[in-house]
């Protein structure tokens, strides 16, 4: 993404935003994370993906430094996570983030800005989160989506190069979604880097330039959104094929499984290009042919193991 350009002016934080080695916690015999390896570049947005339980939490906790790893290091621009948060270089938003009932959303937002060496003022942060219509909405009278859009101005209150979003869209309506990541899209658009867990597949899909697959406290898939679907098996090509025998389907290059009912074929496909070649050269007679791209969901059940 053309963010990548705008972080490389500061180019005394460049290497890498996160950087995760060899990363562990255990409680007791639950292995939340079990040696984890990541490393994000400056300006990726990031989606974290996993099932319940698959240790996300557990690692954005660790990015924080919220939790202490067991084992490994984690450095955010070069820096351990207490002193990148001391420099306001991570903006996090949690998922029930304690907000205060009785203070404005303006008063909450200063307050969390006064403590760091350079904010944002409050009407520019309320501006760039979308919410400047709440600045004078108490705690206690904001919906549980307008509590998430709060937190979120809370996080970039510091002006961060991280941001770090648990579930971001939690308790938010479809409107309310769709407005958070205008906004979001308005922050990454200037270089940002974004780390955000969640269980959506479509915000992962349309929003992060890559995606992390946790599953059982380690990474089973890392890569753009294309190249975590290929690894779970790529396209499905459907045809109905005269002629056609089982030996002859299994033949066909990058076929990763097939079906054969009669003369009708269902083959998922590495490469399908390559297999529609090879189909046609073979049996000119195939017909009503179609092909479908396997979706993030596809390869999210089949490399978490919940088929
Ligand atoms: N403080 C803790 N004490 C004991 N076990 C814990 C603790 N925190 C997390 N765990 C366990 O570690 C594992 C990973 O939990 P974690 O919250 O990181 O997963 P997650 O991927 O964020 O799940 P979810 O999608 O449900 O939020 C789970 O089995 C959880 O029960």
């Given at each position: 993404m053309n963010g990548i350009q705008a972080t490389g002016m500061n180019a005394v934080v460049v290497g890498a935003a996160v950087h995760l080695s060899g990363l562990r916690k255990h409680y007791g015999d639950v292995r939340a994370v079990d040696g984890v390896d990541l490393t994000i570049a400056p300006g990726e947005v990031v989606a974290l993906l996993g099932p319940n339980g698959a240790g996300k939490s557990t690692t954005v906790d660790m990015i924080l430094g919220l939790t202490k790893p067991g084992a490994g290091t984690v450095t955010v621009f070069g820096k351990t996570p207490s002193e990148a948060i001391a420099h306001g270089t991570i903006g996090a938003m949690l998922q029930g983030g304690a907000l205060l009932d009785d203070a404005t959303v303006g008063e909450m937002v200063a307050m969390v800005a006064s403590l760091h060496r350079e904010p944002v003022p409050v009407a520019e942060v309320l501006r760039r989160a979308g919410i400047s219509e709440l600045a004078g909405r108490r705690g206690n009278k904001l919906s549980g989506g307008q509590k998430q859009r709060v937190r979120f101005a809370i996080a970039l209150a510091s002006d961060p190069d991280l941001l770090v979003l648990d579930?971001?869209?939690?308790?938010?309506?479809v409107a309310s979604r769709r407005e958070f990541w205008r906004a979001m899209q308005a922050y990454t658009e200037t270089g940002r880097t974004v780390l955000f867990a969640t269980h959506y597949l479509d915000e992962a899909e349309e929003f992060a330039d890559r995606v992390v697959l946790m599953r059982a406290g380690a990474t089973v898939a890392d890569g753009s959104v294309a190249e975590v679907r290929s690894l779970a098996g790529g396209r499905t090509l459907r045809a109905v094929v005269p002629g056609i025998t089982e030996a002859a389907v299994a033949n066909l290059?990058?076929?990763t499984d097939f079906q054969l009912r009669g003369t009708r074929i269902a083959v998922s496909s590495a490469d399908s290009d390559r297999t529609l070649k090879a189909l046609l050269a073979a049996f000119p007679g195939a017909h009503d042919i179609e092909i479908a791209a396997i979706g993030l969901e596809g390869a999210f059940l089949s490399l978490t193991g919940q088929r």
């Open positions: 579930e971001p869209t939690a308790a938010m309506d290059p990058a076929v």
